[in-house]
């Protein structure tokens, strides 16, 4: 007997782009990682709450890390390549060179970041207006969103930047662009972070009430008006220019982009979850909610029928789960927050050296220690008299306020190892009683919620995942296997 032969593997490459760098997998086609890489990209602070970035940066760092993940592998078989990224906004001009978004001039830095809060004047001026669109953002527009960024540039780099921009991008549409040569929009990007309606648009009258009338005589040419559906081929595939930057075959299809949250929370909401004594299993995924946690942290919730909730964007019908309205509410900081905290601690130092000295990253060490001085409680009561507000950056969600301040209660004159500790502990507390917030409220709304799902680098902690399962009250389940929906 002769045995058949076998088809060779397929592979699909999947290019992440966070807020520090960027990460690309190589997966065959029944979904194993066959390799990853990442590469970290810079982030420029020029003043408070001004972070910006480089396409050309960003984009040389795709092409470094899709290239060591198809090393040796046969170019024939692989048969596609789809981005995600986080929600920044990517400013162009009209021969598609960046532009400067800063004062100084610096075109490279072309990018202002999703966690920039530079446009607090315009988005109190947008939120005053309370026209009809913010009742799917919450009923509040974040500083974080687009509109309130563009208004910022027609403001304040009237002639440098707004009369020379040719496009205006989410960094998931820049990188479709960049591969494909084609200016559509993602549904996910512009519904999600722009106030696009998925079934009727644009809506002129937000645009001409906020002051950026011009975006609308152009029809939207600037901003989109060619809008796909996540994971529709976008154009003819890579171009012959990409397909070299990438070291990739010409022409393989490249799949309408995603928010790097919103791939985090496709991936691991629909997980299979049969033996694991979970109170999801044989429920509709609309009792699960997806927590992408990161430098940031998102709370995807999906349903049926929209639910409005207070202070949580949306509803987004189709934005994630094909079908399905989307709530997605947030934590500014939460990684970030943790970094912040630990590394500014006195005892930082001495925690990097006996970290280094034990082979273990400081979260781990951090982790270990809190362990040794618990004695017989729970490692969660060690800080009953310490307390942190976490919003040192504002509040995304429920409270809606980007005004609000960090606050640390219970602070003595120790020093130590042993305080830097219980202050990591209290931090990723306050976090884990924000998400519970976020929970309570969509639960209040109308969401019928009984599983918490957690991926991305934060989800990697094993103390960040059990601080949120015993505050959360609820079921946390690690998805540890979706490393590359890390956010």
Same mark, same amino acid.
């Given at each position: ?10 592979y @699909? ?7 520090a ?19 970290? #990209? ?9 972070? %910006? ?7 040389? *760092? ?15 078989? #692989? ?24 004062? %100084?001039?610096?075109?490279?830095? $072309?990018?202002?970041m ?13 939120n ?36 020379? *921009?040719? @496009? ?17 929009r993602s ?18 009258s ?6 950026? %009338? ?19 081929? +976008? ?9 070299k ?8 299809? +490249? ?21 694991? $004594? ?37 509803? @987004? ?44 990253? #400081? @979260? ?14 729970? +490692? ?40 830097? /500790? ?7 507390? /306050? ?17 019928? #919620?009984?599983t ?25 389940e690690?998805? %540890?296997n ?6």
């Amino acid at each position: 007997m002769h045995s058949k032969k076998q088809a060779p593997v397929r592979y @699909y490459v999947g290019i992440d782009v966070g807020s520090a760098s960027v990460r690309a997998a190589l997966v065959d086609e029944f979904g194993t990682v066959v390799a990853h890489a990442d590469q970290p #990209i810079q982030i420029w602070e020029p003043e408070p709450d001004h972070y %910006e970035q480089s396409s050309s940066d960003i984009w040389a *760092a795709c092409c470094l890390v899709t290239k060591k993940v198809v090393c040796g592998v046969d170019a024939s078989r #692989i048969r596609g390549v789809g981005f995600d990224a986080t929600c920044s906004l990517v400013v162009v001009d009209k021969q598609f060179q960046p532009l400067a978004v800063n004062c %100084e001039g610096q075109n490279y830095r $072309n990018v202002i970041m999703w966690m920039d809060h530079r446009a607090v004047s315009q988005v109190e001026h947008i939120n005053a207006t309370q026209h009809r669109v913010l009742s799917y953002v919450g009923g509040v527009m974040s500083v974080e969103m687009q509109p309130p960024k563009l208004l910022w540039i027609k403001e304040n780099l009237k002639e440098s930047c707004w009369e020379k *921009a040719g @496009y205006f991008f989410d960094l998931p549409d820049f990188l479709s662009w960049k591969a494909t040569g084609v200016t559509a929009r993602s549904l996910c990007t512009v519904v999600c972070k722009w106030t696009y309606s998925s079934d009727g648009g644009w809506d002129d009258s937000f645009w001409k009430t906020i002051g950026l %009338e011009d975006l609308v005589k152009d029809k939207y040419e600037k901003i989109g008006n060619h809008v796909l559906s996540p994971g529709e081929p +976008v154009g003819k595939g890579l171009t012959p220019e990409a397909a070299k930057d990438l070291g990739l075959p010409e022409g393989i299809a +490249v799949a309408a982009s995603l928010i790097d949250a919103h791939a985090g929370g496709l991936g691991v909401i629909g997980a299979d979850v049969k033996g694991h $004594n979970l109170p999801c299993e044989n429920q509709p995924i609309t009792s699960r909610v997806a927590m992408i946690c990161g430098t940031s942290s998102c709370h995807m919730g999906v349903s049926e029928t929209p639910i409005f909730v207070p202070g949580v964007w949306g509803p @987004y019908f189709s934005a994630m789960v094909p079908g399905l309205w989307l709530n997605e509410g947030g934590q500014s900081a939460t990684g970030k927050l943790i970094d912040h905290v630990v590394r500014g601690h006195v005892a930082f130092p001495e925690l990097q050296s006996k970290a280094a000295t034990s082979a273990h990253s #400081i @979260y781990t060490y951090l982790n270990s220690h809190l362990d040794l001085i618990k004695k017989s409680l729970p +490692v969660g009561f060690l800080t009953v008299d310490l307390h942190v507000w976490p919003d040192f950056h504002g509040n995304r969600s429920p409270l809606t306020d980007l005004t609000l301040k960090g606050m640390v209660v219970g602070l003595t004159l120790s020093r130590g190892l042993d305080e830097l /500790a219980l202050i990591y502990l209290a931090t990723i507390q /306050a976090i884990a009683l924000g998400t519970r917030h976020i929970l309570e409220t969509m639960q209040a709304a109308g969401h019928h #919620i009984n599983t918490l799902f957690l991926c991305g680098g934060l989800s990697k902690n094993p103390l960040f995942v059990q601080m949120h399962a015993d505050i959360t009250g609820g079921h946390g389940e690690n998805g %540890e296997n979706w490393e590359s929906c890390a956010a």
